[in-house]
């Protein structure tokens, strides 16, 4: 089935870095624009970044511009999430998202199950 | 930036109930719309895209309706399965997601 799981999450110091990865499984991972979204404690949905099916276009929110990179290698089904100098207000938890295709292009039709990451000294 | 903001934050409904949330852009952002559930715990779930259509396997008791700035969520009878969070997102300019609207038991 269509899955998505993430992982590398964990508690990091401020200041500190840290890398996200997410494997696909059961689509066409290499045709597939992916996210990622982060969700604060007890707080709402914030988009974070968002990668083409080949890598080549790239955005992030103005939140972690500069500082969190995402990419992708599409023969290993992963996408990761690069975080470098990480703040107390990175704390949350990241998911990935698979992009969806045609009339439901960019909505956010398959999501990993999240994983947590903590910022604290 | 696109801002969205969703009333209420917090409803109190009952099962059975017809429940609409609201869904309001800082500009026109035509009919690129969604709508996400998401329940404690648990990643969100896409419900309804471009404004209106239903998500496959999203039962037929949802539904939305609106264009520009403007969009509501119905839950036309409310079961207890649809007690959660919901959110809904811009994606005319990047993405965007409204606050969220806790549905909760009376």
Same mark, same amino acid.
């Given at each position: 089935q269509v899955q998505l799981v993430e992982s590398g999450g964990g508690v990091v110091h401020p200041g500190r870095s840290l890398r996200l990865s997410c494997v696909a499984s059961g689509?066409?991972? #290499? #045709? #597939?624009a992916m996210h990622w979204v982060r *969700?604060?404690?007890g707080k709402g949905l914030e988009w974070v970044a968002f990668i083409s099916?080949? @890598?080549n =276009?790239? =955005?992030?929110?103005? !939140?972690v511009k500069g500082r969190f990179t995402i990419s992708r290698d599409n023969s290993r089904n992963t996408l990761y999430l690069q975080m470098n100098s990480l703040r107390a207000e990175d704390t949350a938890v990241y998911f990935c998202a698979k992009e969806g295709h045609a009339t439901k292009f960019q909505t956010f039709d398959v999501w990993g *199950? @999240?994983?947590? +990451?903590? +910022? !604290? !000294? | 930036d696109i801002q969205?903001?969703?009333s209420p934050s917090t409803l109190y409904a009952s099962v059975g109930d017809r429940l609409t949330i609201t869904c309001r852009a800082s500009q026109s952002i035509n009919n690129w719309l969604a709508w996400y559930q998401q329940k &404690?715990?648990?990643a969100p779930k896409l419900l309804i895209y471009k404004a209106s259509s239903l998500e496959g396997g999203v039962p037929s008791r949802f539904s939305g309706s609106g264009s520009g700035t403007e969009f509501t969520l119905t839950i036309s009878s409310?079961? &207890?399965d649809d007690f959660a969070t919901y959110y809904c997102q811009q994606y005319n300019f990047y993405w965007t997601f409204g606050q969220g609207t806790r549905v909760e038991i009376k």
């Open positions: 689509f066409t991972f #290499s #045709s #597939s *969700q604060a404690p099916y080949d @890598g =276009n790239k =955005n992030y929110a103005d !939140s *199950q @999240g994983t947590k +990451v903590a +910022v !604290s !000294s | 969205m903001t969703q &404690p715990g648990k409310l079961l &207890p």
